[in-house]
Protein backbone atom coordinates (compact mmCIF):
# COMPACT_ATOMS: atom_id res chain seq x y z
CA UNK A 1 0.00 0.00 0.00
CA UNK A 2 1.29 3.21 -0.57
CA UNK A 3 -0.76 5.33 2.07
CA UNK A 4 -1.07 5.67 5.87
CA UNK A 5 -4.85 5.21 5.82
CA UNK A 6 -6.54 2.24 7.72
CA UNK A 7 -4.43 1.84 10.55
CA UNK A 8 -5.50 2.13 14.06
CA UNK A 9 -3.68 2.04 17.55
CA UNK A 10 -4.06 -1.11 19.52
CA UNK A 11 -6.00 -0.71 22.80
CA UNK A 12 -3.73 -2.53 24.89
CA UNK A 13 -1.13 -0.07 26.52
CA UNK A 14 1.02 -3.23 27.64
CA UNK A 15 4.66 -2.53 25.91
CA UNK A 16 5.34 -5.19 23.00
CA UNK A 17 7.82 -6.14 20.51
CA UNK A 18 7.27 -5.35 16.56
CA UNK A 19 5.99 -8.64 14.84
CA UNK A 20 4.08 -9.55 11.81
CA UNK A 21 1.06 -10.26 14.20
CA UNK A 22 1.02 -6.83 14.99
CA UNK A 23 1.02 -5.77 11.27
CA UNK A 24 -1.22 -8.22 11.03
CA UNK A 25 -3.86 -6.95 13.36
CA UNK A 26 -3.17 -2.80 12.19
CA UNK A 27 -3.72 -4.03 8.52
CA UNK A 28 -7.32 -5.76 9.30
CA UNK A 29 -6.23 -8.81 7.93
CA UNK A 30 -8.11 -12.06 8.35
CA UNK A 31 -8.04 -15.48 6.48
CA UNK A 32 -9.14 -15.81 3.22
CA UNK A 33 -10.10 -19.54 3.03
CA UNK A 34 -12.65 -21.68 5.13
CA UNK A 35 -11.48 -21.52 8.36
CA UNK A 36 -14.08 -24.09 9.77
CA UNK A 37 -12.34 -26.66 7.02
CA UNK A 38 -8.77 -25.47 7.66
CA UNK A 39 -6.50 -26.33 10.07
CA UNK A 40 -4.71 -23.96 12.65
CA UNK A 41 -1.52 -24.37 10.40
CA UNK A 42 -3.27 -23.90 6.99
CA UNK A 43 -4.87 -20.63 8.31
CA UNK A 44 -1.36 -19.24 9.86
CA UNK A 45 -0.05 -19.73 6.59
CA UNK A 46 -2.47 -18.14 5.09
CA UNK A 47 -2.48 -15.05 7.27
CA UNK A 48 1.41 -15.09 6.69
CA UNK A 49 1.05 -15.36 2.90
CA UNK A 50 -1.05 -12.54 3.04
CA UNK A 51 1.15 -9.97 5.04
CA UNK A 52 4.35 -10.80 3.24
CA UNK A 53 2.30 -9.88 -0.06
CA UNK A 54 1.12 -6.96 1.91
CA UNK A 55 4.50 -6.23 3.42
CA UNK A 56 6.31 -6.28 -0.41
CA UNK A 57 4.16 -3.55 -1.38
CA UNK A 58 4.37 -1.24 1.45
CA UNK A 59 5.78 1.69 0.92
CA UNK A 60 4.48 4.04 3.75
CA UNK A 61 3.92 2.36 7.26
CA UNK A 62 2.86 4.21 11.16
CA UNK A 63 2.52 1.87 13.77
CA UNK A 64 1.29 3.39 17.29
CA UNK A 65 1.07 0.27 19.35
CA UNK A 66 3.21 0.37 22.40
CA UNK A 67 5.96 -0.52 20.60
CA UNK A 68 8.98 -1.10 22.99
CA UNK A 69 11.74 -3.05 20.51
CA UNK A 70 11.66 -2.40 16.86
CA UNK A 71 12.01 -5.60 15.14
CA UNK A 72 10.51 -7.96 12.30
CA UNK A 73 10.62 -5.43 9.54
CA UNK A 74 12.17 -7.48 6.80
CA UNK A 75 10.58 -7.68 3.83
CA UNK A 76 9.84 -3.75 3.30
CA UNK A 77 11.86 -3.26 0.19
CA UNK A 78 9.75 -0.59 -1.04
CA UNK A 79 9.42 1.39 1.88
CA UNK A 80 10.18 5.16 2.13
CA UNK A 81 8.33 6.14 5.37
CA UNK A 82 8.19 4.68 8.64
CA UNK A 83 6.27 6.42 11.74
CA UNK A 84 7.06 4.68 14.62
CA UNK A 85 6.19 7.90 16.70
CA UNK A 86 4.16 7.92 20.37
CA UNK A 87 5.29 4.33 21.02
CA UNK A 88 7.97 3.03 24.04
CA UNK A 89 11.12 2.68 21.73
CA UNK A 90 14.65 2.33 23.81
CA UNK A 91 16.84 1.82 21.27
CA UNK A 92 17.11 2.36 17.12
CA UNK A 93 17.79 -1.18 16.02
CA UNK A 94 17.01 -3.74 13.35
CA UNK A 95 15.87 -0.75 10.66
CA UNK A 96 19.57 -0.80 9.49
CA UNK A 97 18.22 -2.78 6.30
CA UNK A 98 15.45 -0.16 5.50
CA UNK A 99 18.14 1.76 3.26
CA UNK A 100 15.29 2.82 0.85
CA UNK A 101 13.72 5.10 3.55
CA UNK A 102 13.73 8.65 3.21
CA UNK A 103 11.23 9.52 6.25
CA UNK A 104 11.71 8.31 9.51
CA UNK A 105 9.35 9.60 12.33
CA UNK A 106 10.69 8.35 15.79
CA UNK A 107 9.23 11.33 17.92
CA UNK A 108 7.48 10.58 21.39
CA UNK A 109 9.51 7.76 22.49
CA UNK A 110 12.06 7.04 24.81
CA UNK A 111 15.51 6.98 23.19
CA UNK A 112 18.45 7.56 24.37
CA UNK A 113 21.42 7.98 22.12
CA UNK A 114 21.33 8.47 18.30
CA UNK A 115 22.13 5.35 16.93
CA UNK A 116 21.61 2.69 14.11
CA UNK A 117 20.82 5.30 11.28
CA UNK A 118 23.95 5.00 9.38
CA UNK A 119 22.71 2.41 6.47
CA UNK A 120 20.30 5.10 5.86
CA UNK A 121 21.94 7.08 3.56
CA UNK A 122 18.55 8.11 1.83
CA UNK A 123 17.18 9.85 4.67
CA UNK A 124 16.48 13.48 3.78
CA UNK A 125 13.40 13.76 6.83
CA UNK A 126 14.24 12.44 10.34
CA UNK A 127 12.29 13.02 13.33
CA UNK A 128 13.40 12.29 16.86
CA UNK A 129 11.80 15.20 18.70
CA UNK A 130 10.70 14.44 22.45
CA UNK A 131 12.47 11.88 23.28
CA UNK A 132 16.20 11.96 26.05
CA UNK A 133 19.02 12.71 23.52
CA UNK A 134 22.00 14.42 24.56
CA UNK A 135 24.26 14.42 22.60
CA UNK A 136 24.57 14.92 18.65
CA UNK A 137 26.25 12.12 17.27
CA UNK A 138 25.57 8.77 14.72
CA UNK A 139 24.13 10.85 11.87
CA UNK A 140 27.20 11.13 9.66
CA UNK A 141 26.21 9.68 6.70
CA UNK A 142 22.79 11.12 6.41
CA UNK A 143 24.47 13.68 4.35
CA UNK A 144 20.62 14.00 1.99
CA UNK A 145 19.43 15.35 5.63
CA UNK A 146 16.41 18.50 4.75
CA UNK A 147 14.68 17.91 7.97
CA UNK A 148 15.71 17.48 11.24
CA UNK A 149 13.70 17.75 14.07
CA UNK A 150 15.53 17.24 17.38
CA UNK A 151 13.24 19.53 19.75
CA UNK A 152 12.33 18.94 23.53
CA UNK A 153 15.07 16.74 24.24
CA UNK A 154 18.44 16.90 26.84
CA UNK A 155 21.06 18.25 24.50
CA UNK A 156 23.29 20.81 25.79
CA UNK A 157 22.75 19.26 28.93
CA UNK A 158 25.85 19.48 31.31
CA UNK A 159 27.35 16.48 33.11
CA UNK A 160 25.60 15.68 36.24
CA UNK A 161 27.06 17.98 39.28
CA UNK A 162 28.99 20.08 36.39
CA UNK A 163 28.47 23.00 35.29
CA UNK A 164 27.38 24.93 32.14
CA UNK A 165 29.75 26.27 30.23
CA UNK A 166 28.04 28.28 27.50
CA UNK A 167 30.59 28.52 24.43
CA UNK A 168 31.70 24.16 25.09
CA UNK A 169 27.82 23.99 25.08
CA UNK A 170 27.33 26.21 21.59
CA UNK A 171 30.22 24.68 20.29
CA UNK A 172 28.58 20.70 20.27
CA UNK A 173 25.89 22.70 17.50
CA UNK A 174 28.52 22.78 15.12
CA UNK A 175 28.05 18.94 14.18
CA UNK A 176 24.89 19.92 12.66
CA UNK A 177 27.28 22.13 9.83
CA UNK A 178 27.94 18.96 7.99
CA UNK A 179 24.45 18.72 6.66
CA UNK A 180 24.83 20.98 4.00
CA UNK A 181 20.84 20.12 2.48
CA UNK A 182 19.64 21.04 6.24
CA UNK A 183 16.48 23.24 4.93
CA UNK A 184 14.41 22.84 8.65
CA UNK A 185 15.76 22.37 12.42
CA UNK A 186 14.11 22.52 15.79
CA UNK A 187 15.94 22.76 18.48
CA UNK A 188 13.34 24.07 20.88
CA UNK A 189 13.10 22.90 24.54
CA UNK A 190 16.75 21.39 24.80
CA UNK A 191 19.00 23.06 27.30
CA UNK A 192 20.94 24.00 24.46
CA UNK A 193 18.21 26.07 23.10
CA UNK A 194 18.32 28.48 26.30
CA UNK A 195 21.98 29.72 25.46
CA UNK A 196 21.63 32.97 24.46
CA UNK A 197 23.55 32.60 21.12
CA UNK A 198 21.77 29.40 19.80
CA UNK A 199 20.14 30.56 17.42
CA UNK A 200 23.09 32.78 16.15
CA UNK A 201 25.04 30.25 15.58
CA UNK A 202 22.88 27.44 14.18
CA UNK A 203 21.77 30.04 11.64
CA UNK A 204 25.48 31.28 11.18
CA UNK A 205 26.59 27.93 10.57
CA UNK A 206 24.22 26.28 8.80
CA UNK A 207 24.13 28.03 5.45
CA UNK A 208 21.39 26.72 3.75
CA UNK A 209 18.78 26.23 6.87
CA UNK A 210 15.34 27.93 5.57
CA UNK A 211 13.42 27.22 8.83
CA UNK A 212 14.80 26.89 12.74
CA UNK A 213 11.92 25.90 15.07
CA UNK A 214 9.20 26.23 13.17
CA UNK A 215 10.50 30.13 11.99
CA UNK A 216 11.49 31.10 8.40
CA UNK A 217 14.91 32.50 8.99
CA UNK A 218 14.97 35.65 7.42
CA UNK A 219 17.50 38.14 6.00
CA UNK A 220 17.77 39.69 9.71
CA UNK A 221 17.94 36.94 11.31
CA UNK A 222 21.03 36.01 9.09
CA UNK A 223 22.53 39.37 9.28
CA UNK A 224 22.73 39.22 13.01
CA UNK A 225 23.83 35.36 13.00
CA UNK A 226 26.68 36.30 10.70
CA UNK A 227 27.72 39.63 12.94
CA UNK A 228 28.33 37.55 15.98
CA UNK A 229 29.78 34.47 13.92
CA UNK A 230 31.76 35.67 11.49
CA UNK A 231 35.17 35.23 12.28
CA UNK A 232 34.20 31.38 14.02
CA UNK A 233 32.32 31.06 10.40
CA UNK A 234 35.62 32.29 8.00
CA UNK A 235 37.78 30.20 10.29
CA UNK A 236 35.79 27.05 9.56
CA UNK A 237 35.20 27.65 5.92
CA UNK A 238 38.95 27.97 6.21
CA UNK A 239 39.58 24.43 7.59
CA UNK A 240 36.69 22.25 5.46
CA UNK A 241 38.89 24.22 2.45
CA UNK A 242 41.35 22.91 3.56
CA UNK A 243 40.07 19.23 4.33
CA UNK A 244 38.69 19.14 1.14
CA UNK A 245 41.34 19.99 -0.96
CA UNK A 246 43.23 17.52 1.25
CA UNK A 247 40.50 15.01 0.26
CA UNK A 248 40.75 15.47 -3.07
CA UNK A 249 44.54 15.19 -3.47
CA UNK A 250 44.29 11.93 -1.39
CA UNK A 251 41.20 10.81 -3.90
CA UNK A 252 43.26 11.31 -6.73
CA UNK A 253 46.23 9.70 -5.34
CA UNK A 254 44.06 6.47 -4.30
CA UNK A 255 42.73 6.88 -7.75
CA UNK A 256 45.91 6.93 -9.54
CA UNK A 257 46.92 3.76 -7.70
CA UNK A 258 44.12 1.58 -8.29
CA UNK A 259 44.69 2.87 -12.07
CA UNK A 260 48.43 1.38 -11.63
CA UNK A 261 47.01 -1.68 -9.78
CA UNK A 262 44.63 -2.57 -12.35
CA UNK A 263 47.18 -2.54 -15.02
CA UNK A 264 49.62 -4.53 -12.58
CA UNK A 265 51.76 -1.70 -12.26
CA UNK A 266 51.53 -1.28 -8.69
CA UNK A 267 54.98 -2.98 -7.75
CA UNK A 268 56.99 -0.55 -9.76
CA UNK A 269 55.35 2.23 -8.13
CA UNK A 270 58.04 2.60 -5.28
CA UNK A 271 59.84 0.27 -6.13
CA UNK A 272 63.99 2.58 -6.18
CA UNK A 273 62.95 3.46 -2.85
CA UNK A 274 61.78 -0.06 -1.46
CA UNK A 275 65.36 -0.91 -3.71
CA UNK A 276 67.34 0.64 -0.92
CA UNK A 277 65.07 0.77 2.13
CA UNK A 278 64.84 -3.16 2.50
CA UNK A 279 68.30 -3.94 1.47
CA UNK A 280 69.69 -4.71 5.11
CA UNK A 281 72.95 -3.52 4.09
CA UNK A 282 72.83 -0.14 2.67
CA UNK A 283 72.11 1.55 5.96
CA UNK A 284 75.27 0.42 6.93
CA UNK A 285 77.56 1.63 4.08
CA UNK A 286 74.87 4.76 3.07
CA UNK A 287 76.76 7.18 4.98
CA UNK A 288 80.08 6.64 2.64
CA UNK A 289 81.45 9.95 1.60
CA UNK A 290 80.86 11.21 -1.63
CA UNK A 291 77.72 8.53 -2.69
CA UNK A 292 75.09 10.58 -2.50
CA UNK A 293 75.78 12.37 -6.20
CA UNK A 294 75.52 9.15 -8.00
CA UNK A 295 72.55 7.82 -5.47
CA UNK A 296 70.49 11.22 -6.91
CA UNK A 297 71.95 10.71 -10.46
CA UNK A 298 70.57 6.43 -10.21
CA UNK A 299 67.37 8.29 -8.44
CA UNK A 300 66.77 10.68 -11.44
CA UNK A 301 67.57 7.78 -14.33
CA UNK A 302 65.15 5.56 -12.68
CA UNK A 303 62.43 8.03 -12.97
CA UNK A 304 62.65 9.05 -16.17
CA UNK A 305 62.52 5.28 -17.35
CA UNK A 306 60.25 4.05 -15.05
CA UNK A 307 57.55 7.22 -16.10
CA UNK A 308 57.45 6.29 -19.93
CA UNK A 309 57.45 2.82 -18.90
CA UNK A 310 54.34 3.17 -16.87
CA UNK A 311 52.51 5.62 -19.45
CA UNK A 312 53.08 2.34 -22.09
CA UNK A 313 51.80 -0.21 -19.74
CA UNK A 314 48.77 2.05 -18.74
CA UNK A 315 48.00 2.51 -22.95
CA UNK A 316 48.34 -1.64 -22.95
CA UNK A 317 45.90 -2.02 -20.21
CA UNK A 318 43.71 0.65 -21.69
CA UNK A 319 43.87 -1.59 -25.37
CA UNK A 320 42.86 -4.46 -23.83
CA UNK A 321 39.96 -3.16 -22.10
CA UNK A 322 39.10 -1.28 -25.57
CA UNK A 323 39.08 -4.64 -27.16
CA UNK A 324 36.93 -6.89 -24.34
CA UNK A 325 33.85 -3.94 -24.48
CA UNK A 326 34.33 -4.67 -28.30
CA UNK A 327 33.73 -7.84 -27.86
CA UNK A 328 30.89 -8.23 -25.47
CA UNK A 329 29.21 -5.78 -28.05
CA UNK A 330 29.60 -7.68 -30.84
CA UNK A 331 28.57 -10.77 -29.03
CA UNK A 332 26.04 -9.07 -28.28
CA UNK A 333 25.13 -7.68 -32.07
CA UNK A 334 25.37 -11.43 -32.61
CA UNK A 335 23.04 -12.90 -30.32
CA UNK A 336 20.56 -10.41 -31.35
CA UNK A 337 20.11 -11.18 -34.66
CA UNK A 338 19.98 -14.76 -33.70
CA UNK A 339 16.92 -14.38 -31.16
CA UNK A 340 15.42 -12.17 -33.73
CA UNK A 341 15.72 -14.48 -36.44
CA UNK A 342 14.69 -17.20 -33.67
CA UNK A 343 11.33 -15.11 -32.47
CA UNK A 344 10.18 -14.64 -35.89
CA UNK A 345 10.31 -18.89 -36.42
CA UNK A 346 8.45 -18.93 -33.13
CA UNK A 347 5.91 -16.43 -34.14
CA UNK A 348 5.09 -17.75 -37.71
CA UNK A 349 4.80 -21.54 -35.91
CA UNK A 350 2.45 -19.79 -33.53
CA UNK A 351 0.53 -17.91 -36.37
CA UNK A 352 -0.15 -21.07 -38.17
CA UNK A 353 -0.86 -23.42 -35.80
CA UNK A 354 -3.67 -20.96 -34.27
CA UNK A 355 -4.28 -19.33 -37.28
CA UNK A 356 -4.44 -22.73 -39.57
CA UNK A 357 -4.01 -25.43 -37.70
CA UNK A 358 -6.34 -25.42 -34.89
CA UNK A 359 -9.38 -24.13 -37.43
CA UNK A 360 -8.94 -26.99 -39.12
CA UNK A 361 -8.93 -29.38 -35.84
CA UNK A 362 -11.78 -27.93 -34.66
CA UNK A 363 -14.10 -28.04 -38.00
CA UNK A 364 -12.78 -32.07 -37.85
CA UNK A 365 -14.36 -31.85 -34.18
CA UNK A 366 -17.43 -30.43 -34.87
CA UNK A 367 -18.24 -33.03 -37.63
CA UNK A 368 -16.55 -35.97 -35.96
CA UNK A 369 -20.39 -36.00 -34.11
CA UNK A 370 -21.95 -36.93 -37.11
CA UNK A 371 -18.98 -38.59 -39.24
CA UNK A 372 -16.79 -40.92 -36.92
CA UNK A 373 -14.70 -40.96 -40.01
CA UNK A 374 -13.56 -37.06 -38.97
CA UNK A 375 -11.95 -38.65 -35.69
CA UNK A 376 -9.36 -40.40 -37.71
CA UNK A 377 -8.59 -37.48 -39.47
CA UNK A 378 -7.95 -34.96 -36.75
CA UNK A 379 -5.43 -37.69 -35.29
CA UNK A 380 -4.26 -37.86 -38.47
CA UNK A 381 -3.37 -33.86 -38.51
CA UNK A 382 -2.45 -34.30 -34.87
CA UNK A 383 0.36 -37.13 -35.92
CA UNK A 384 1.40 -35.87 -39.14
CA UNK A 385 1.14 -31.96 -39.30
CA UNK A 386 1.50 -30.90 -35.46
CA UNK A 387 4.02 -32.98 -34.48
CA UNK A 388 6.06 -32.81 -37.54
CA UNK A 389 6.13 -29.19 -37.34
CA UNK A 390 7.31 -29.22 -33.74
CA UNK A 391 10.40 -31.46 -34.47
CA UNK A 392 11.08 -29.10 -37.76
CA UNK A 393 10.97 -26.01 -35.44
CA UNK A 394 13.25 -27.35 -32.78
CA UNK A 395 15.45 -28.61 -35.94
CA UNK A 396 15.73 -25.07 -37.08
CA UNK A 397 16.30 -23.62 -33.74
CA UNK A 398 18.97 -25.66 -32.72
CA UNK A 399 20.59 -25.41 -36.07
CA UNK A 400 20.56 -21.71 -35.50
CA UNK A 401 22.23 -21.71 -31.89
CA UNK A 402 24.61 -24.51 -33.34
CA UNK A 403 25.45 -21.46 -35.64
CA UNK A 404 25.72 -19.44 -32.76
CA UNK A 405 27.90 -21.46 -30.83
CA UNK A 406 30.32 -21.90 -33.66
CA UNK A 407 30.46 -17.99 -34.24
CA UNK A 408 31.05 -17.54 -30.74
CA UNK A 409 33.78 -19.76 -30.58
CA UNK A 410 35.68 -17.91 -33.85
CA UNK A 411 35.08 -14.86 -32.16
CA UNK A 412 36.60 -16.33 -29.24
CA UNK A 413 39.71 -17.07 -30.62
CA UNK A 414 40.13 -14.27 -32.71
CA UNK A 415 39.57 -12.08 -29.20
CA UNK A 416 42.80 -14.03 -28.11
CA UNK A 417 44.97 -13.45 -31.12
CA UNK A 418 43.91 -10.04 -30.55
CA UNK A 419 44.86 -9.66 -26.82
CA UNK A 420 48.48 -11.95 -27.40
CA UNK A 421 48.58 -9.11 -30.37
CA UNK A 422 48.38 -6.74 -27.92
CA UNK A 423 50.76 -7.82 -25.34
CA UNK A 424 53.11 -9.27 -27.47
CA UNK A 425 53.50 -5.69 -29.18
CA UNK A 426 54.35 -4.19 -25.76
CA UNK A 427 56.43 -7.01 -24.77
CA UNK A 428 59.90 -5.33 -26.37
CA UNK A 429 58.77 -2.53 -23.83
CA UNK A 430 58.58 -4.32 -20.68
CA UNK A 431 62.07 -5.95 -21.83
CA UNK A 432 63.82 -2.61 -22.53
CA UNK A 433 62.83 -0.92 -19.41
CA UNK A 434 63.99 -4.22 -16.69
CA UNK A 435 67.57 -4.21 -19.20
CA UNK A 436 67.96 -0.12 -18.57
CA UNK A 437 67.26 -0.99 -15.17
CA UNK A 438 69.74 -3.38 -14.56
CA UNK A 439 72.16 -1.42 -16.51
CA UNK A 440 71.39 1.45 -14.00
CA UNK A 441 72.04 -0.68 -10.86
CA UNK A 442 75.37 -2.41 -12.47
CA UNK A 443 76.68 1.59 -13.11
CA UNK A 444 75.55 2.37 -9.25
CA UNK A 445 77.16 -0.81 -8.13
CA UNK A 446 80.20 -0.15 -9.99
CA UNK A 447 80.55 3.32 -8.63
CA UNK A 448 79.59 2.73 -5.36
CA UNK A 449 82.66 0.07 -5.46
CA UNK A 450 85.22 2.29 -6.86
CA UNK A 451 83.92 4.89 -3.76
CA UNK A 452 84.55 2.02 -1.21
CA UNK A 453 88.15 1.28 -2.31
CA UNK A 454 89.13 4.93 -2.68
CA UNK A 455 87.57 5.34 0.79
CA UNK A 456 89.19 1.91 2.21
CA UNK A 457 92.56 2.98 0.90
CA UNK A 458 92.43 6.40 2.30
CA UNK A 459 91.13 5.22 6.18
CA UNK A 460 94.40 2.75 5.70
CA UNK A 461 96.57 5.07 4.83
CA UNK A 462 95.44 7.69 7.15
CA UNK A 463 94.81 10.31 4.34
CA UNK A 464 91.20 10.44 4.94
CA UNK A 465 90.46 14.01 5.51
CA UNK A 466 86.48 13.81 5.94
CA UNK A 467 84.89 12.70 9.03
CA UNK A 468 82.90 9.81 9.25
CA UNK A 469 80.65 7.89 11.68
CA UNK A 470 82.16 5.58 13.95
CA UNK A 471 79.87 2.83 12.58
CA UNK A 472 80.65 3.39 8.89
CA UNK A 473 85.00 3.43 10.35
CA UNK A 474 84.27 -0.27 12.05
CA UNK A 475 83.07 -1.62 8.81
CA UNK A 476 86.24 -0.22 7.01
CA UNK A 477 88.78 -2.60 9.37
CA UNK A 478 87.83 -5.62 7.52
CA UNK A 479 88.28 -4.85 3.56
CA UNK A 480 86.97 -8.05 2.58
CA UNK A 481 83.56 -7.76 4.41
CA UNK A 482 83.07 -4.43 3.04
CA UNK A 483 83.25 -4.60 -0.50
CA UNK A 484 81.45 -7.90 -0.18
CA UNK A 485 78.92 -5.79 1.80
CA UNK A 486 78.37 -3.47 -1.23
CA UNK A 487 78.01 -6.75 -3.72
CA UNK A 488 75.60 -7.87 -1.58
CA UNK A 489 73.90 -4.43 -1.73
CA UNK A 490 73.99 -4.38 -5.81
CA UNK A 491 72.82 -8.61 -5.74
CA UNK A 492 69.81 -7.27 -3.29
CA UNK A 493 68.31 -4.62 -6.17
CA UNK A 494 69.07 -6.91 -8.89
CA UNK A 495 67.00 -9.37 -7.35
CA UNK A 496 64.12 -7.07 -6.26
CA UNK A 497 63.88 -5.93 -10.32
CA UNK A 498 63.81 -9.39 -10.99
CA UNK A 499 61.32 -10.21 -9.42
CA UNK A 500 59.30 -7.14 -9.91
CA UNK A 501 59.54 -8.67 -13.90
CA UNK A 502 58.49 -11.87 -13.23
CA UNK A 503 55.79 -10.96 -11.01
CA UNK A 504 54.22 -8.31 -13.87
CA UNK A 505 54.63 -10.78 -16.53
CA UNK A 506 52.78 -13.21 -14.56
CA UNK A 507 50.00 -11.30 -13.34
CA UNK A 508 49.60 -9.82 -17.10
CA UNK A 509 49.03 -13.39 -18.00
CA UNK A 510 46.74 -14.23 -15.21
CA UNK A 511 44.91 -11.53 -16.41
CA UNK A 512 44.45 -12.45 -19.95
CA UNK A 513 43.80 -15.89 -18.70
CA UNK A 514 40.97 -14.72 -16.48
CA UNK A 515 39.35 -12.10 -18.65
CA UNK A 516 39.20 -15.41 -21.52
CA UNK A 517 37.90 -18.28 -19.02
CA UNK A 518 35.31 -15.45 -17.87
CA UNK A 519 33.90 -15.40 -21.60
CA UNK A 520 34.02 -18.92 -22.01
CA UNK A 521 32.20 -19.77 -18.77
CA UNK A 522 29.50 -17.34 -19.82
CA UNK A 523 29.35 -18.63 -23.19
CA UNK A 524 29.18 -22.19 -21.68
CA UNK A 525 26.20 -21.03 -19.55
CA UNK A 526 24.22 -19.38 -22.36
CA UNK A 527 24.71 -22.06 -24.43
CA UNK A 528 23.48 -24.69 -22.34
CA UNK A 529 20.54 -22.45 -20.89
CA UNK A 530 19.40 -21.78 -24.58
CA UNK A 531 19.46 -25.69 -25.35
CA UNK A 532 17.39 -26.07 -22.44
CA UNK A 533 14.73 -23.29 -23.51
CA UNK A 534 14.49 -24.66 -26.81
CA UNK A 535 14.13 -28.45 -25.38
CA UNK A 536 11.08 -26.33 -23.00
CA UNK A 537 9.19 -24.80 -25.62
CA UNK A 538 9.52 -27.64 -27.98
CA UNK A 539 8.35 -30.08 -25.38
CA UNK A 540 5.77 -27.58 -23.94
CA UNK A 541 3.94 -27.84 -27.74
CA UNK A 542 4.27 -31.58 -27.84
CA UNK A 543 2.48 -32.15 -23.88
CA UNK A 544 -0.03 -29.55 -25.74
CA UNK A 545 -0.64 -31.98 -28.62
CA UNK A 546 -1.14 -35.01 -26.26
CA UNK A 547 -3.17 -32.70 -24.00
CA UNK A 548 -5.39 -32.25 -27.81
CA UNK A 549 -5.61 -35.67 -28.17
CA UNK A 550 -6.66 -36.24 -25.32
CA UNK A 551 -9.58 -33.66 -24.17
CA UNK A 552 -10.12 -31.98 -27.71
CA UNK A 553 -9.73 -28.24 -28.24
CA UNK A 554 -10.19 -25.55 -25.67
CA UNK A 555 -11.83 -22.46 -26.55
CA UNK A 556 -8.37 -20.51 -25.09
CA UNK A 557 -6.41 -21.97 -28.29
CA UNK A 558 -8.92 -20.87 -30.84
Request: charged share 25%.
Amino acid sequence: MSGLGGFQQLKDTTPVVLDPGILGKLWGIAPTIDVTKATQNEIARNLSEQIAERIHKTTSLQINANVKIIDNLWGFDKLTELKLDNNCVEKIENIDHLVTLTSLDLSFNAIETLEGLAPLTNLTDLNVSSNKISKLEGLETLSKLEILMLGHNNIGAPASGAEVDPKAQIRELKYLRQFRELQMLTLEANPVAENLDCEKYVISHCESLMYYNFRLVDDNMRKLAAERFNDDVVLIRAEEAEAEAAAASAAASQAKLDELKAANLLGFHGLFEAMFHEDPDFPKWSTMPGLDAPLDKYRESFAAMTGPFKAAMLAMHAQIQEQVATFYAEMASAREAVEAEAIDDIAAFDEWRRGALYPNLNALLQQAASNESMVDLFDDELEHKLLPAIQALEDKLMEMEIFQVEQFDDAVVKFERVINDITSNYSSDVISYVIALRDMETEFSSMSLKLGELLLEQFHDGSLEDDIPQSLGLLLNDKEAFVNMISASHDFRLDKINAKDDEFTLRNQQDVDAILDKIRHELRVRNRNRVQEIAQLTDQYRAEKVKIARDGLPQSML
